[in-house]
């Protein structure tokens, strides 16, 4: 009984570690162009970090897309259909002016250090070997 009683103490201080971590750690999502980082946003859950993204998606609609892809945008938003606005957005980011795209990634507390780190993806089209040896 009493090594039952520890694996429960021992689970529950792991969910205790877990929870505490997924408060501590933080949705980051930035927004970059061929002239570098165009949005950033730092964000508690990845609701809100949305949130923030579909701010900066309304604003730059009308100017960055061609007018049927910005009304598609904007209807989208209206309707509550938040991920799927910034998902058109992006789909159609480029067809009119520069291309944009969207890197989000989870940082959390760097135990050896007061820092907050994690890896940042690098976009399918910029991992190409061809892209980076300039061919």
């Known amino acids: 009984m009493q090594a039952l009683s520890g694996n429960i103490r021992a689970r529950a201080a792991g969910g205790r570690r877990a929870a505490k971590q997924a408060q501590t750690s933080f949705c980051i999502a ?8 165009r949005f950033a946003a730092v964000a508690a859950s990845e609701q809100e970090c949305l949130s923030q993204i579909a701010s900066y998606v309304a604003e730059q609609a009308r100017a960055q897309l061609w007018p049927p892809s910005a009304g598609r945008v904007h209807e989208l938003l209206e309707a509550g259909e938040v991920a799927a606005a910034v998902a058109e957005y992006f789909r159609h980011a480029g067809e009119r002016w520069d291309a944009e ?13 007061r820092a907050w780190s994690g890896p940042v993806p690098i976009p399918e089209r910029f991992a190409a070997t061809e892209w980076r040896s300039g061919r």
Request: proline letters at 5%; charged letters at 15%; a negative charge.
């Open 30 to 37: 930035i927004v970059s162009g061929v002239d570098g980082a």
């Open 101 to 113: 795209w969207l890197v989000t990634s989870l940082l959390s507390p760097d135990s050896r250090s």
